[in-house]
């Protein structure tokens, strides 16, 4: 089925920050990491990517937090919803929540990212691939740059003393 280039727009809870962007992949994907569980208040965050280029802010824009050495995640600072994960100087690509859009339901979802952390009594299998962040060899190599090589990815409230 071919797939539509649609203009999409999205936004918080609030209203605060709205969002329009041009989607022509529809592949979206859920990632399971500590990190996206504590920044969802969750048990995962649903993602898809795009170009921050193609992303126009019509009103307002995310507060960040800096949720690793290498990567903020965009929330709205009035209501706390969940925006965008970046990493720091990329500027190829950008994850946008699922959630915000008002259409959530124009994306599909193609795969489980951060399967180590899989909550299982949460989760219901739907047989889509899972992958575990190890096996993301960029990801493991940018963090342990940052963050010292024995480091294991995770939420700072997991490393004490760091
Ligand atoms: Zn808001
Ligand atoms: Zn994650």
Not at 43 to 54: I, K, N, Q, S, T
Request: proline residues 7%.
């Amino acid at each position: 089925m071919a797939e539509e280039t649609l203009t999409l727009r999205g936004g918080c809870q609030c209203g605060a920050v709205r969002y329009a962007l041009r989607v022509e992949n529809h592949d979206a994907y859920y990632c399971h990491c500590r990190m996206c569980q504590k920044a969802f208040g969750n048990l995962f965050g649903a993602f898809f990517a795009v170009p921050p280029r193609d992303v126009e802010w019509e009103r307002g824009g995310p507060a960040y937090f800096h949720s690793s050495k290498i990567a903020r995640r965009g929330f709205c600072r009035e209501c706390g919803t969940p925006l965008t994960f970046e990493y720091l100087g990329a500027e190829r690509k950008m994850d946008l929540t699922v959630g915000s859009l008002d259409e959530p339901g124009r994306m599909r979802p193609v795969g489980h990212f951060g399967a180590e952390s899989i909550v299982e009594p949460f989760f219901t299998d739907d047989g889509l691939p899972r992958s575990r962040t190890e096996d993301s060899e960029e990801f493991v190599e940018q963090w342990r740059a940052a963050h010292g090589t024995g480091s294991v990815p995770g939420p700072l409230s997991d490393s004490p003393g760091s």
